[in-house]
């Protein structure tokens, strides 16, 4: 059978811009009605060694027709309608803002929820701030790419970027094929069937790591 990707509008917003719904007063940011919502989330560019792994076991198994979705290889939620974001990162599950990526190119996937699971997916995303990465979760997801195989494995209080986003989308309507603890960025983008922006958009530069 196969499966309709979910209801969402896509924005592609190039390298020094920033999304729809924002305005910027000095180095003060206004939201707007048209700003995202909690629960909408972006696909961009991670710079750390763990985003590279996953770019490049994207590529063994996302080919052919599938190949444009292994174009990111990092994502995070929205939690709030000011730009705030929840991301997995190597050093950890973090807060911080949209705006930190106006440097790089990133893509808003505006998913279509009620209120109530929009908060719900933001509230898991809050209470994750403080978790461990999931290293070991990449090291068994980099071997099932590599072999072909579906085994992978995960521990608990331990999250991968995707791995979080997913879960958080899990408390909208969402249905994902695998376990979302082992999901990448490229199945984010084929399940909500989201293609790469132009190839002349420049990625420019993800923002460094939080410490």
Partial sequence: MTQRPPRRAIEHVAAGECARGYQHEGAAVRAGPDAPQP???????????????????????????????????????????????????????????????????????????????????AAFARYCIGSDYGFLTIVSIAISLITGGTFAFAFDGQLICSGLVARALERTTAIFKHDPARIVPAELAETYDVDPPPPSTPKGTPPKPVR
């Avoid at 490049?56 to 052919?64: S, T, V």
């Avoid at 990162?89 to 996937?109: E, F, K, N, P």
């Fill in 39 to 121: 629960g909408d989330f972006i696909l961009t560019h991670g710079s750390a060694w763990t985003s590279t792994l996953i770019h490049w076991g994207q590529g063994l198994r996302y080919r052919g027709p599938t190949a444009k979705y292994a174009y990111w290889n990092h994502t995070a939620l929205i939690v709030d309608r000011d730009g705030t974001i929840v991301e997995a990162l190597g050093t950890g599950v973090a807060a911080r803002s949209i705006h930190d990526y106006d440097a790089a190119q990133y893509t808003v996937v505006r998913i279509e929820a009620s209120d109530e699971d929009r908060a719900e997916a």
